[in-house]
């Protein structure tokens, strides 16, 4: 009898153990059931977010493509059509000989007219030119447009270049390009400003370029219509290369746009020329 009493109380022991076991282990399985399914999840949700953000980039990288493609065509026929027709306009007025002093004088001042645009004409193709971009390098191109702007009288543009200058890669300096030339057009179009700085910082880390006119600003809430269009074509060509563009202004206090880039994170635009499908 003894014995059988002590195999009882081993026995509900053992199965005090066991039972108690059970209550011990069941929360930390749920636990680690919850906290494997959290992780799944949350690796589900990383993985949709980075294809949304692969696709929005290829879309993004495809529609530059065919804008750069557009452009480089259009370059292509102002300087091996247009400008060569209007070269033949000017040597046929010089052919003119009228003894009308009157007459002569306007034929004159026409063909000044006339090399002066196919002068324009050859600037404007070669700031649409990617090569023209590539050959010469970011700044040296933004000089070049902020000259041909300045000589237009349109608005009085300054450049200012602070620290070392270092490439940036092709695709990434014609994109800030594109940026710039966006930029530069809406504040001809919409800011009435006399001026424009435009600022190119390069540091270690990092690259700025800035865009700052005197001109009429505008709300905030323009940047919904279509003036925000451009200004949200200059964010999704930053986002492309791996940089951050911010606008601030507000009426009367003029606009500034900043471009933020880190030159040694991996671009995610890949460097290499635009497809050419013009053949």
Not at 252 to 276: A, K, M
Request: hydrophobic share 40%; aromatic share 6%.
């Amino acid at each position: 009898m003894q014995t059988m009493a002590n195999n009882n109380t081993n026995n509900i022991a053992i199965l005090v153990i066991i039972t108690s076991l059970i209550f011990l282990i069941a929360p930390v399985s749920i636990l680690l059931y919850i906290y494997i399914y959290n992780q799944r999840k949350k690796k589900l949700i990383e993985e949709k977010e980075h294809l949304k953000s692969a696709f929005k980039q290829e879309l993004l990288k495809t529609q530059i493509e065919v804008q750069e493609q557009t452009l480089t065509n259009i370059s292509r026929e102002i300087h091996d059509n247009i400008t060569q027709v209007l070269s033949f306009v000017k040597l046929n007025l010089g052919m003119i000989d009228n003894k009308d002093a009157g007459i002569q004088n306007k034929i004159n001042e026409s063909r000044k007219l006339v090399a002066q645009t196919i002068n324009d004409l050859r600037n404007l193709s070669k700031s649409l030119s990617f090569e023209h971009i590539v050959s010469f390098g970011l700044v040296k191109t933004i000089e070049l447009e902020v000259e041909r702007i300045n000589n237009s009288g349109l608005i009085n543009t300054s450049v200012n270049v602070d620290g070392d200058v270092y490439p940036l890669g092709q695709q990434r300096e014609l994109v800030l390009f594109r940026i710039f030339q966006e930029g530069l057009n809406n504040t001809l179009k919409y800011s009435g400003a006399p001026h424009l700085k435009i600022t190119l910082q390069y540091s270690e880390v990092l690259f700025n370029l800035t865009l700052e006119d005197d001109g009429a600003g505008f709300s905030p809430g323009l940047l919904e219509d279509n003036l925000g269009a451009g200004l949200k074509n200059m964010k999704n060509r930053a986002f492309l290369v791996g940089a951050t563009a911010n606008i601030d202004s507000s009426p009367g206090e003029g606009c500034r746009i900043t471009v933020t880039l880190n030159p040694f994170e991996q671009q995610l635009y890949d460097d290499g020329s635009p497809t050419d499908r013009s053949g």
